[in-house]
């Protein structure tokens, strides 16, 4: 008897890691796709359908906030992410350790909701500027946050 019982817990624990395991993912088209999950390596979300107008999303985005730039340290280019709560005027400007302005990235009004830009390490001449500490400020209706990001070259 224990050996039968030993020999189901054997096989029962084999088979439970040898099942696939999918994720429904259900699409805009009506349509439905199962993939294995071992096969997923990044989900990425757009176009998502659950927030219908930029009146909804003002419910999801509270505060002003600036997001780590990444990569940082970069290397040739680097994420800047950004959310606001409310449509306003925008900028974003790169300054060197000195105060010195390097790029004017952005000058616009958006909408409420989470945005970046990705800044090519250029100047405002378009050179590639060198390797050294450099500040993204973005302005939100007369606020003013800041990332510090390494450039190595």
């Known amino acids: 008897m224990k050996i039968v019982l030993l020999l189901f817990l054997l096989l029962n624990t084999c088979l439970t890691f040898s099942q696939t395991v999918y994720m429904k993912v259900n699409k805009n088209d ?10 997923i390596r990044k989900i990425t979300f757009s176009g998502l359908s659950g927030i219908n107008s930029p009146e909804q999303m003002q419910n999801v985005v509270k505060t002003f906030n600036m997001l780590k730039s990444y990569p940082n340290p970069f290397n040739s280019s680097t994420t800047i992410e950004y959310e606001i709560p409310e449509r306003g005027d925008v900028e974003i400007t790169i300054i060197d350790v000195n105060g010195k302005l390097i790029r004017n990235l952005l000058s616009e009004s958006q909408i409420s909701g989470k945005h970046q830009f990705i800044w090519d390490s250029k100047d405002n001449s378009g050179n590639t500027i060198t390797s050294g500490i450099y500040y993204c400020n973005v302005k939100f209706n007369n606020q ?7 450039l190595i070259k």
């Open 30 to 39: 009506g349509t439905s796709e199962y993939y294995p999950i071992q096969d």
């Open 144 to 150: 003013i946050l800041h990332n510090k990001m390494i």
